[in-house]
């Protein structure tokens, strides 16, 4: 991963029971996270329940450099990190986007 303009997008799938309580840790993950890194915007999307589960799906970009591989690493790490075992337990499936030329 370079820093020209990538984003980061990571989707996973959590009970729904847990859905309102693994929003909180992962927005709270998300504040934290831009906090360390100046110019990093983040989002947090989530899909209609689904038998039982949501979708979540995190997006990160920083204007001008973009996402690095250390960057991407520390994001992966802070979700290892979040006190929510719905979130720490989900398979977390991650997509890099750039920008059309």
Do not use: S, W
């Amino acid at each position: 991963m370079t820093a020209d303009g990538a984003r980061l997008y990571v989707y996973f799938k959590v009970p729904q029971a847990a859905a309102n309580t693994a929003v909180r840790a992962v927005r709270a993950m998300q504040q934290a996270l831009c906090g360390r890194h100046a110019g990093l915007q983040a989002e947090l999307l989530q899909r209609e329940p689904d038998a039982g589960q949501v979708t979540l799906m995190e997006v990160y970009r920083r204007a001008g450099v973009g996402i690095d591989a250390m960057l991407a690493e520390d994001i992966a790490g802070a979700a290892r990190d979040v006190p929510v075992q719905a979130v720490r337990a989900a398979v977390r499936h991650v997509e890099v986007f750039r920008p059309c030329a």
